[in-house]
């Protein structure tokens, strides 16, 4: 989706909800931008230590295939290299995220049917409104304020649909797949669905505790903003009830 029209999107957004943090965008690119902070360290180190750094100092993260001894996450989730199989040990042993070995292979063999070969040589993450008018975006991050707020963008991501249920989801994934690759599965499905995520204890480790993360592909974020006017969100609408 165009960049100048998700930020658009944004803006209506912003009229009617409020957020503790910068909506973030994700692009493909071929070219090694600068002023870009490269996720590749030769120590361990996980991505969402830096995303405030990000959104504070106006900088790009860029993931690639290299990472040196980072958190092989995202070079894995985000389809830049092959998702490592180690028989379910980390999980369930290391982290104990799963009772036991086989639940540990499911949550990997899961895992594998989300992923998407990257576009192009690296993925940039950005704070939305900086995003060049000329990028294509393809999933949007929001951080509403308040619980609250995370309650109005629930109910819009059911408007215009026939079905309430299912149209958001909180999954049982890791920082980097609630973030991207899950919300970027969810371009490829007939009807997209919301994420929200950041519900895995060690990415909680490195982001504060107001952070509240709320993901689509960004055909469906342009589709939810263009749903305000008209709805309960709409400026213009008084309440009956008087709530």
Request: aromatic share 14%; glycine share 4%.
């Amino acid at each position: 989706m165009n960049a100048k029209i998700v930020k658009e999107s944004l803006r209506k957004f912003s009229k009617v909800l409020s957020f503790n943090y910068p909506a973030v965008g994700w692009y493909y690119s071929s070219e090694e931008i600068e002023a870009s902070f490269i996720f590749r360290k030769d120590k361990w180190v996980c991505m969402f230590m830096y995303l405030k750094m990000m959104m504070n100092k106006n900088k790009k993260i860029r993931f690639s295939k290299d990472n040196d001894n980072a958190c092989a996450g995202p070079a894995e989730y985000f389809g830049f290299t092959e998702l490592e199989d180690d028989g379910g040990v980390f999980l369930a042993e290391v982290e104990r995220f799963c009772k036991d070995i086989e639940i540990s292979k499911a949550y990997t063999k899961w895992s594998a049917t989300l992923i998407h070969p990257p576009k192009c040589k690296y993925l940039y993450m950005e704070k939305l409104e900086n995003i060049d008018d000329s990028r294509k975006i393809e999933v949007a991050n929001l951080f509403p304020a308040s619980i609250t707020n995370l309650a109005k963008l629930v109910t819009l991501s059911s408007y215009d649909r026939m079905a309430n249920t299912d149209n958001v989801l909180i999954p049982d994934a890791s920082g980097c797949q609630s973030i991207f690759t899950i919300p970027y599965h969810e371009k490829f499905q007939e009807n997209p669905k919301c994420i929200i995520g950041l519900m895995d204890p060690m990415a909680r480790n490195f982001v504060p505790e107001d952070m509240i993360l709320f993901s689509m592909p960004a055909n469906r974020f342009v589709e939810m903003a263009d749903n305000i006017e008209g709805s309960f969100l709409d400026q213009n609408f008084k309440n009956p009830t008087n709530f």
